[in-house]
């Protein structure tokens, strides 16, 4: 048997009684080793993704968004859209005389 508890990992939560830490759920994260539930776990800021068991946010890459707060993945910029930057909450259209491809 066991003889002593160890610490939980950053990206998972242990209740008490925990077998084994339980990892944050998608669309959240933690780099903290405290937790006791997974609403200890931080939700995903916009213009991140956050997969199962997170340990910080990955900002969404050039050509890709997340809206909103607690994403498990970016989405790509639709057709007659861009985004330029890393970490985008939207797309941008594309100006008159131009045209964005998917």
């Known amino acids: 048997g066991a003889t002593a508890c160890k ?21 959240s994260y933690s780099n903290r080793t405290d937790l006791e539930s997974a609403g200890d776990c931080q939700v995903c800021p916009q213009g991140h993704a956050c997969t199962t068991g997170a340990v910080v946010p990955i900002a969404c890459l050039p050509g890709s968004f997340s809206l909103g707060l607690g994403n498990a993945e970016c989405e790509p910029c639709k057709a007659g859209t861009y985004q330029s930057d890393a970490g985008a909450a939207d797309c941008v259209p594309c100006g008159l005389g131009s045209f964005c491809p998917v």
């Open 7 to 27: 610490a939980c990992l950053p990206g998972s939560y242990c209740p008490q009684g925990a077998a084994a830490p339980l990892p944050c759920e998608a669309g």
